[in-house]
């Protein structure tokens, strides 16, 4: 089970980024999909939550109207586009995934990629 993020680097304030999360060895298509956030010396925040399917979404008010979480299923792909970035969006993002194992509740987690907002 594996979980692969990548899109992060440096952006100005203002600018955009495509974070990407590749799923491979677990049913991705069943998985509730998160992506967090951490600050060194903070905790990891919940940013944005995805259904399986896809149909439902949310996020935590700071990014509300500038992030958006997808998913492909045929890809085994979560996404986050991140515009407006500000300066208080860097932190090392995260995806998780969610799922019932044998009436277990289990979770993976990615390595994290860097997101720094800065000019």
């Known amino acids: 089970e594996q979980l692969v993020e990548s899109g992060g680097g440096l952006v100005p304030p203002g600018g955009s980024l495509r974070l990407s999360c590749a799923a491979s060895g677990f049913a991705f298509s069943a998985s509730h999909m998160n992506w967090y956030r951490q600050v060194a010396g903070k905790e990891r925040e919940l940013v944005a939550v995805i259904s399986p399917n896809g149909d439902n979404t949310n996020y935590v008010e700071s990014v509300k109207g500038r992030f958006t979480i997808s998913r492909d299923n045929a890809k085994s792909t979560m996404y986050l586009q991140m515009n407006r970035l500000k300066p208080e969006d860097t932190a090392v993002y995260y995806c998780?995934?969610?799922?019932?194992?044998?009436?277990?509740?289990?979770?993976?987690w990615g390595q994290g990629t860097q997101v720094t907002v800065s000019s």
């Open positions: 998780r995934a969610l799922i019932v194992l044998s009436g277990r509740l289990t979770d993976y």
